[in-house]
Each structure stands twice: as structure tokens, then as C-alpha cells.
T-cell receptor, first 111, second 117 residues
Framework: TQLLEQSPQFLSIQEGENLTVYCNSS?????LQWYRQEPGEGPVLLVT?????EVKKLKRLTFQFGDARKDSSLHITAAQPGDTGLYLC???????????FGTGTRLTVIP | EAGVAQSPRYKIIEKRQSVAFWCNPI?????LYWYQQILGQGPKLLIQ????????DSQLPKDRFSAERLKGVDSTLKIQPAKLEDSAVYLC???????????????FGPGTRLTVL
């Protein structure tokens, strides 16, 4: 069973601060996705990374896939209250056509 | 474009009762997923359909859970009988491609929050 551990589990910061969320595993993934989930809603896809060392930017969010494809990070610059939510990473192993979700990081950005 | 629809949004039952959830995916999406999300955890895949065929149900507790997608469109997930540990949000998702690649974008519904007393 692939286990994706995310850290920190909870994060509360002031508006304007920077933060990094980590997603780690002992397994190698062929692709990794990041989702954001708001209360009472389903997760929404933010990004998919497929190449080791890949970096993708989405406005103030920067996603990186580790060189060995076992880990990933999400960095948010100048966090805003609208960034509040549960951030989930999800990985797929080679040959698999479904995802294993991480444990989640619950982010609260205080105005 | 309409999103993934799920009903009911909330359900409270007593243990040993039965319950059913309904999902209508985005029109034209071939692959449908049911996930269980226990409070404080990430979603766990229960079953994946491609059209009306089951691709993966390895984590579905088959002694009490069942799911069907008879016409390759909408789907139902049933629990019979329910246990206390089944309390969770049940999420339905769909993706476009017929082969259900792991890099496909999955579109999630709002979920059904089940409480088993």
C-alpha cells in the first residue's frame, strides 16, 4: 500500500506570509497531483506533475516534483484568505490508473 | 457545463440500517470513481468504473458495500448493513477518458456526508 504523508497536518498563518507544504513517500510515483478542498465540497485539481524535478507555477503557487519522484512540495507566496482549505497530494504508481491520496494539510490564512 | 451531482448531501442512519447514495457524472465522462473520506484523512478509492465495467474494487468492503453503474452513466453506492466506522463523506468523481489514466483530471461532486449512530 502506497502511503503519502503530508506535513504539516495543520498550518495557520497570517495573510501575506509564505508557506510550504510537503508530500513524502517511500514509493516512486509516475505522476502526482495536488488538489484543494473547501468545506462541504469535493477536491479541485490544481496541478499534475509527471517528470522528476519538474516545477510548475500557478499564480502564487509553486509545485515541485522531487528528482526521485517520491516527494513533492507546494509553496504559496503571500498567502491570502482565499487560499484557506485542505490541500491534498495524490500519486499514481506506474501502470496504475487510479490515485492514492495523502493525509492532507489543513491551511488557515488569517486576514 | 454541469458538474458532478450527488444526492443526498447528508444522511443520518443507525447502525445495521441500509443506505444508498446516487451520483450523476459530467455528461460524456467514461470513468466514474467512488471515494470514502473519513474526517481528517484524504479520500480513499472504493471503486472505479469505466463505462459500466468495474476497473478496480480492491478496497471495497464487499461484504457490506456494493456499487453499480448499469447504463454507464449514473451510479449508486449502497451500504448494507452500516457500521459506526462507515461514518464519512462519500465522494463521487468522474473523468473524461475511457481508459481512466491516472493523469486525467478528476472532477469531484460535493459528496454525501454519512453519519452512522
Amino acid at each position: 500500500t502506497q502511503l503519502l504523508e503530508q506535513s504539516p497536518q495543520f498550518l495557520s498563518i497570517q495573510e501575506g506570509e509564505n508557506l510550504t507544504v510537503y508530500c513524502n513517500s517511500s514509493s516512486v510515483f509516475s505522476s502526482l497531483q495536488w488538489y484543494r478542498q473547501e468545506p462541504g465540497e469535493g477536491p479541485v485539481l490544481l496541478v499534475t506533475v509527471v517528470t522528476g524535478g519538474e516545477v510548475k507555477k500557478l499564480k502564487r503557487l509553486t509545485f515541485q516534483f522531487g528528482d526521485a519522484r517520491k516527494d513533492s512540495s507546494l509553496h504559496i507566496t503571500a498567502a491570502q484568505p482565499g487560499d484557506t482549505g485542505l490541500y491534498l497530494c495524490a500519486g499514481a504508481t506506474a501502470g496504475a490508473n487510479n490515485l492514492f491520496f495523502g493525509t492532507g494539510t489543513r491551511l488557515t490564512v488569517i486576514p | 457545463e454541469a458538474g458532478v451531482a450527488q444526492s443526498p448531501r447528508y444522511k443520518i442512519i443507525e447502525k445495521r440500517q441500509s443506505v444508498a447514495f446516487w451520483c450523476n457524472p459530467i455528461s460524456g465522462h467514461a470513468t466514474l470513481y467512488w471515494y470514502q473520506q473519513i474526517l481528517g484523512q484524504g479520500p480513499k478509492l472504493l471503486i472505479q468504473f469505466q463505462n459500466n465495467g468495474v476497473v478496480d474494487d480492491s478496497q471495497l468492503p464487499k461484504d457490506r458495500f456494493s456499487a453499480e453503474r448499469l447504463k454507464g452513466v449514473d451510479s449508486t453506492l449502497k451500504i448494507q448493513p452500516a457500521k459506526l466506522e462507515d461514518s464519512a463523506v462519500y465522494l463521487c468523481a468522474s473523468s473524461l477518458s475511457w481508459f481512466g489514466s491516472s493523469t486525467d483530471t478528476q472532477y469531484f461532486g460535493p459528496g454525501t456526508r454519512l453519519t452512522v449512530l
